[in-house]
């Protein structure tokens, strides 16, 4: 019989992404068919599903962790946040509607009967279903329509684990201030608490463990220490961003090897979205990632800029020219850098930007960057898909997925980047120092990520970034299972009330 767990937590950014996956991978080496589910998830990394819609780039990681493919089921409601306070509504894995946080509110109950039929289907084909909430149950102003944590606990009747971060300090006062704001019927669906990322003796924290037991009376599943290797996993919020370090205000600095290092800048535009496309870059030795931050130019010896993925374009675009980013890409672009323009970023290259719909934001246009002879108009249909081909200049495969508004021409287009699927994608300029193209994932493929540093100058190293993902993954979960006790949160998961599917 289908058995169901929830793990919500104390705050965002708890970790409760990063324990769902790591417990899925530790029961589906048992032998269960384990399946990942978020009633409501806010995200602009978001990933695609084999059937061709959105969910959390979260939700995709665990469903990896599970062995099977990412559905829409498993995120059945995902938040975009657009400019202007607005809100990019998908249901079932398509766009529904751009929606401000007071009309999501009042129409979010009216969601619950088809994410309660998404999560039956999911639990209908497996063993164990970990659910993962949003932010926390305590936000008690958001408590009446809430989807996301202990509405659909109850709509559901699943049990909750509920996770404290320690590395935030006051982790006593998160559980067990959550627990005195929670009602009585919600308090008695607890089942126990995990403390995360602790770090140094965790038996120093012995008496910490029964000041929580006391004042809740909840057991502790375990208190788990900080996992260095998470870092290397792709992440759903952007909040993570804020905690890189380098110059620039952001990026990682992996220690040089031979050959000589590499700078990758990235201006951290305010929707920047499908962030995890760096991801395989920042593992290179030999490259640098640097996000930078408002107020900080674009430094002068980048070897690359990539303008990146971006949930509102015109935006981020006049964003851009406000931290004068323009000006910086101009020159660098003079002195013989390379610039690569992904997705959103990939259309800000252009002469000229428009929606005319008003797709992203209210109605406007405005000039490119006028780096690549293209012009873009917001509209119609968005396209997902799967898509796989070869990069034109280097011959080397490349594969990923497509996530974008908006149909692009012009005479760039006669020297494109990508071939996909037997069609042409994106531009390249006539110096074959600016591209752009609309296939997110693309660094994730071995071959074409070493040849590419290789025309930038330098020698990638030897990472094989698949292969290493699952490899994290493993340890991720052998990390659980030494800390955790994972028998008594398989005892705590029990069946879900299946008669609610609308």
């Avoid at 048992?30 to 939700?59: H, T, Y």
């Avoid at 929606?99 to 039956?120: E, G, K, T, V, W």
């Avoid at 002879?373 to 594969?399: C, E, N």
Wanted: proline share 7%; with cysteine.
């Amino acid at each position: 019989m289908t058995r169901a767990l929830m793990l919500q937590g104390t705050g965002s950014d708890v970790g409760k992404s990063l324990l769902v996956a790591g417990l899925a991978r530790v029961f589906t080496r048992r032998g269960l068919k384990v399946r990942p589910f978020k009633p409501q998830n806010m995200s602009n990394n978001a990933a695609v599903s084999d059937e061709g819609g959105e969910i959390g780039r979260a939700q995709a990681l665990q469903a990896r962790a599970c062995g099977v493919p990412p559905s829409i089921d498993m995120n059945p409601v995902l938040l975009k946040p657009q400019s202007d306070g607005m809100a990019q509504l998908v249901v079932g894995g398509r766009v529904q509607a751009a929606l401000s946080a007071r009309d999501y509110r009042a129409l979010a109950p009216s969601l619950l009967p088809h994410i309660l039929a998404a999560f039956h289907r999911l639990a209908a084909a497996a063993d164990l279903v970990l659910v993962e909430g949003a932010g926390s149950p305590a936000e008690i102003n958001l408590r009446q329509g809430d989807i996301a944590n202990m509405g659909f606990a109850e709509a559901a009747d699943v049990p909750v684990a509920l996770i404290g971060d320690i590395e935030r300090g006051g982790v006593i006062a998160q559980l067990v201030g959550t627990y005195a704001l929670l009602s009585q019927g919600e308090r008695a669906r607890l089942v126990g608490t995990i403390v995360n990322k602790f770090r140094g003796d965790i038996r120093l924290f012995d008496d910490g463990i029964t000041a929580i037991g006391e004042r809740t009376g909840l057991p502790c599943f375990g208190v788990v220490p900080y996992f260095p290797d998470a870092s290397l996993l792709p992440v759903e919020d952007s909040m993570a961003l804020s905690r890189t370090t380098g110059e620039g205000g952001g990026g990682r600095s992996p220690t040089p090897g031979e050959g000589g290092r590499i700078k990758i800048a990235v201006p951290l535009l305010p929707r920047i979205a499908n962030f995890d496309d760096l991801d395989p870059l920042r593992v290179e030795p030999e490259v640098e990632v640097v996000l930078v931050r408002p107020g900080r130019p674009l430094p002068r010896d980048a070897a690359l800029v990539i303008l990146p993925g971006s949930k509102a374009t015109l935006a981020d675009l006049s964003f851009l020219r406000e931290q004068r980013w323009d000006i910086d890409l101009l020159a660098h672009h003079r002195q013989g850098g390379h610039i690569l323009g992904l997705c959103g970023g990939y259309q800000m290259l252009g002469r000229h930007i428009a929606d005319p719909e008003g797709r992203e934001g209210a109605p406007s246009e405005m000039p490119g960057l006028g780096l690549l002879d293209i012009d873009t108009v917001l509209g119609g249909d968005k396209r997902l898909a799967q898509a796989s081909g070869r990069h034109i200049a280097t011959g080397m495969p490349v594969r990923g997925y497509e996530m974008h508004l908006g149909v692009t021409t012009g005479p760039a287009l006669a020297r494109p980047m990508l071939d996909l699927d037997g069609h042409p994608d994106g531009a390249v300029s006539a110096d074959g120092c600016v591209m752009g193209c609309y296939l997110h994932g693309l660094f994730a493929g071995d071959p074409f990520r070493r040849a590419f540093l290789a025309r930038l100058g330098t020698l990638a190293g030897t990472i094989e970034y698949e292969p290493m993902i699952e490899t994290v993954l493993d340890r991720l979960a052998d990390h659980l299972e030494q800390h955790l006790d994972v028998a008594a949160l398989l005892a705590a998961a029990r069946p879900p009330r299946l008669t609610r599917a609308a």
